[in-house]
């Protein structure tokens, strides 16, 4: 088993009165895959903000890559933000600036990097996110859905972060097009050792890159395990979610 690089421990929080999680405890490996499903409404785009500290919890404790978060000092936050790179579901990019720009905008916080070093490693990141190379001049109104999807990944990935944090990256993309993002994910996360945190709906997503799985049902993780054990968990929304059609469907090509 690998280190922690995630670990949170009686998790609450709360918006006004409406408790969305209450006692969640999470741990994540370094290097793993992490898929976090759950109905809608159950919190998982709140847990990753909450996490990544962008949202404050009311009770518990997160640490990330050995930092408590929220940071205790501003050169302690610094230095985890360093470490970790958020794609959020829409990009989530400045609209009045490039892609190139875009994903140079992490990049200036390296002290004394050239100019020119700046764009050249954004390229190489809008490359590695599997963008033609035209697309760095480009405004993100000018990019199609699944461009600006990598667009934001390429950005997420501009300080060679440790952990990706990634909120639905294939939703609204074609099959193909998710196809291409789900081996893109695995491929970055095999070669560069990336730990992700994945939350999804795309249950194809799902048995193609993830390693495990975090179900968030009842305000808590209510079970993490492999695909194989989802199938043994005896719980509705657990037995509904992985033995649907959909479930059916999304695993054929592995058990083929
Ligand atoms: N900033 C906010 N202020 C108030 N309530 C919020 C805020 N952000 C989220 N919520 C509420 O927290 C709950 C969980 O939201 P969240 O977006 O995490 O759900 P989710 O599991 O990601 O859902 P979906 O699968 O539909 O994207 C929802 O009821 C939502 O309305």
């Known amino acids: 088993m690998g280190d922690t690089v995630i670990s949170v421990r009686g998790l609450r929080t709360q918006f006004g009165a409406q408790v969305v999680h209450d006692g969640l405890d999470l741990d994540v490996t370094r290097g793993e895959i992490l898929g976090v499903v759950g109905g809608s409404g159950t919190g998982k785009s709140v847990l990753l903000r909450t996490i990544v500290g962008l949202n404050a919890a009311r009770e518990g404790t997160i640490e990330v890559l050995g930092s408590s978060v929220p940071a205790r000092s501003k050169a302690e936050r610094e230095r985890l933000e360093g470490r970790i790179g958020v794609m959020f579901q829409d990009g989530a990019l400045f609209s009045s600036l490039t892609v190139r720009e875009n994903v140079e905008v992490p990049l200036r916080r390296i002290a004394g990097l050239a100019p020119k070093t700046q764009s050249e490693l954004a390229d190489l990141k809008i490359s590695m996110s599997g963008l033609p190379y035209y697309a760095g001049d480009k405004y993100p109104s000018e990019l199609s859905g699944g461009m ?9 990935l501009a300080l060679d972060p440790e952990i990706v944090f990634l909120d639905e990256p294939t939703a609204g993309l074609d099959p193909i097009g998710a196809a291409e993002f789900d081996r893109l994910i ?7 050792g ?3 945190f994945l939350v999804t709906h795309d249950l194809d997503t799902l048995y193609a ?36 059609p959909r479930a059916r469907a999304a695993r054929a090509p592995k058990e083929g």
């Open 148 to 156: 600006r999807k990598r667009a934001g990944l390429a950005r997420a």
């Open 186 to 192: 695995h491929g970055l996360s095999r070669s560069l």
């Open 194 to 196: 990336l730990t992700v």
């Open 209 to 244: 890159v993830c390693d495990r799985v975090a179900v968030l049902a009842e305000k808590r993780v209510l079970v993490t395990g492999t695909l194989d054990q989802m199938g043994r968990v005896d719980h509705p929304w657990v037995r509904q979610y992985f033995d649907g």
